[in-house]
């Protein structure tokens, strides 16, 4: 019962400030700081050998919107079932950089 009156109950607005100008209301400011966190991160780890990732070479090859899109669908159909809390928030961050990968190559298809 408490979940559904969760549901219905009104939440406070969010207070437009000069350092947060638009009344985000399901936090997307701080989600998309640490999203860009999370791919820097990518560029530093094993993913990235000699400045090179592999993705930039699955995509070269022509296979990188399919590789994307893959790699959406594991994470998805993963998220939740592997691992802690935390792991599946990382599923989630993951699903959100393919995404980016995937619209990086929709755009630069003709």
Known sequence: MRSIVKLFKKEEPVISTEENPLPYKYAEDR????????????YEQHYSQNKFQAT????????????????????????????????????????????????HIHDKEK
């Open 56 to 103: 930039e070479f699955i995509i070269d090859s022509g296979h990188g919107k399919g590789f994307a899109v893959g790699n959406i669908m594991k994470y998805i159909q993963r998220y939740g079932k592997k691992g802690t809390r935390e792991d599946a928030r990382k599923d989630l961050l993951k699903v959100l950089h393919y995404g980016i990968i995937a619209l």
């Open 31 to 42: 989600i998309l700081k640490e999203l860009k966190e999370y791919v820097d991160q990518t």
